[in-house]
């Protein structure tokens, strides 16, 4: 009760300082007497002070309030409010001087030197009490810091209000419209004044700029094109408003997945909705990147049961903790028996098959297991999705089978060959084809934050390296959506929009942290199996579907009898690259380039 009776307002403020500026000028105009008489007022001179007073104060007030002083957020005091204060007093005391000389018996007799001497006094006071509470934040506060917010919306007024109670250590300076429509240019929230996007130069200099706000969510180009001009102006501490609910938000650093987060413009989520509501949901690799969001959506978008399987255990954990009412398995998919035995007990609606081994170098370094858990594990999963006459199975593929240059990319290949090309019966079954996640355990991104903030260099195996990008909610989104549309057998490739060079990746991000004095990048060569430049498709044939981001590649038949014993083939080999080139004859493996 009492933190909100004290908490500041536009009307207290207002309030407050008609008040305070009401005393102060009963005490200015009473000193300016006392100096003009020094210290011994006539007694004639008195009898009209408060005719004097009360046409004085009343013309102050006015005026202040005109030139936009009675909104100052005072421990924002600028340099701009000081001359509104001086421009203020100004009309006051000469609309006095005219009405004093129309109407001077109703003042008279009155020395009129004192009107120059309370207007100095007056300026004074007034002035000092409106810089007092920045001169001592600026003491004890100095990490306090002049910002620009960018967008003109609901929260503009709120992170000012945040700002005024001391909630945030940054002080509204300046606002900036991104918006075409000019009508809140020029205009003021909280007496703080909005411009233009052209005045983004002056704007900084003016007010000494050394923090930005975006309070509006901006597209991906947008927002690149502004916070690269931030940047270079030197602006490194740059926040956004992340809204946590209604009336609800707090502030956040500006990330390199905002940078590079391309945003599907057909999501479906009525679709998704549908296809999700009140099933049962198997996701293998629950615990990954990838299968504890798939685990998010299909809770957001109302499963009647999941079953969460993960062969780590600590992932389970991890998961179950965030998912509670979760049927949680500890099961490897490459052990089919106890695999069969799940599908039996719990008979899923849908399948969605996230488990794989996905890191490049290590799958390299470990082919046989890689062999294994990838193939023989998505083998069983499609079998027994089979057997128990599973809906809908997802298997979750990658751009690094597309033309693979290591294990991992070709495994993954064959589990696209043999979710195309198996007896399905009445399971509908589609794999699903996209580039990188953004912030995945197996992303740069981490590795990149990690280096620059332990001090650097930061590692990219190559000048040219390119990938794709997506942020892992939208992403998981798009493979439920194509999930929902799916008739069997198809391959699926989710637009994942244009490559992105690691390189320039890497430099963002040094500009993100303000370390590009001091943060090197150092080119350390591709590793095994790396190539410069992932592909999403094996030729310009592929079908579209009614989603711009979803695309159907042409199938590749492969007998499933023969490609059935080439596996088994494949897993007694000594030499796994010659008998996976035999199953996938673009597989070309390179060690380094």
Known sequence: MIDTLFRPT????????????????LATLYLAYLLRFNFHIPEMFL??????????????????????????IWRFFSFSDAKNIVLAH??????????????????????????????????SFIGALRASKRFLLERSQSHIRPTLLIGVNNNTGTIIQSAIRGDIAYYPAAILSLDSDTSSKNAYIHNIKVYAYESLDEVIKINKITSVIFVEKLGQKKLKSVVDMLNNKGITDIK????????????????IEDLLARHPKDLDLTLIENFIKDKSILITGAGGSIGSEIVHQCNRFGAKKLILVDSSEFSLYQIGQQIPQADLRLLNVIEAEMLDRLFDEVKPDIVIHAAAYKHVPICESNIDVAVKNNIIGTKNVVDSSIKYAVKKLVVISTDKAVRPTNVMGATKRVTELYAQNVDSKNTEIVAVRFGNVLGSSGSVIPKFKEQIESGGPVTVTHPDITRYFMLIPEACQLVLQTAAIVKGGELFILDMGEPIKIVDLAKQMIRLYGKEDEIAIEFIGLRPGEKLYEELLLDESEQKTKYRSIFIANPTIYDINILNNDIKNLLKAKDKIVALQKIVPEFTRKDSL
Do not use: C
Not at 50 to 72: C, D, E, Q
Not at 242 to 249: M, P, R, V
């Open 240 to 255: 956004q408003v992340k809204l946590l609910g209604e009336n609800n938000e707090k502030l956040e650093d500006l990330s």
């Open 90 to 123: 100004m009309f006051a005391y000469t609309i006095f001087v005219i009405v004093y000389l129309l109407f001077t018996d109703y003042y008279a007799p009155f020395a009129r030197s004192i009107i120059i001497i309370d207007f100095f006094l007056s300026l």
């Open 10 to 25: 536009s009307t207290k403020r207002l309030v407050f300082f008609v008040l305070v500026d009401s005393i102060l000028s």
């Open 47 to 72: 009898e009209h002070f408060w005719n004097v007073y009360s046409t004085l104060t009343i013309l102050k007030v006015i005026a202040l309030y005109v030139f936009k002083n009675y909104f100052i």
